[in-house]
């Protein structure tokens, strides 16, 4: 059974930092394409970073470029979204997704993937 477990999200003020965290069972991150989708109240799902199978290829979305930085460690099997100079607007529920069926250096930036974390919360606010 597939499981992305997302953690690591929260209140911040503008300008501050956060980490996110996916913890994949069922699944192994290193064979498969993942991305960090996110979606805030009233708006649609937007598809923020993603990275390939091989890892070589990581893609961001321009709302975000240069402030996240996406990274994968396949000794934990874990995910991450490192977060900084964050903004209200980054202000969404952030979403772990996965897929085996992608090729090795594709990673698509949108909602199409078949495997998904319950997502966290975050809040920039001051």
């Known amino acids: 059974q597939v499981q992305l477990v997302e953690s690591g999200g929260g209140l911040v003020q503008p300008g501050g930092s956060l980490r996110l965290s996916c913890a994949a069972s069922?699944?192994?991150?290193?064979?498969?394409?993942i991305a960090w989708i996110r979606q805030a109240p009233g708006k649609e799902r937007e598809g923020i970073s993603c990275m390939s199978k091989s890892g070589e290829r990581i893609k961001y979305a321009d709302s975000v470029k240069g402030r996240f930085t996406m990274s994968r460690d396949d000794l934990e099997n874990k995910a991450y979204l490192t977060m900084s100079s964050l903004e209200p607007e980054d202000t969404a529920i952030y979403y772990c997704?996965?897929?085996?069926?992608?090729?090795?250096?594709?990673?698509?930036?949108?909602?199409?993937?078949?495997?998904w974390g319950q997502g966290t919360q975050v809040t920039v606010s001051s």
């Open positions: 069922g699944f192994t991150l290193r064979n498969s394409t």
């Open positions: 997704v996965g897929d085996r069926d992608f090729s090795t250096n594709y990673c698509p930036l949108n909602p199409l993937y078949n495997y």
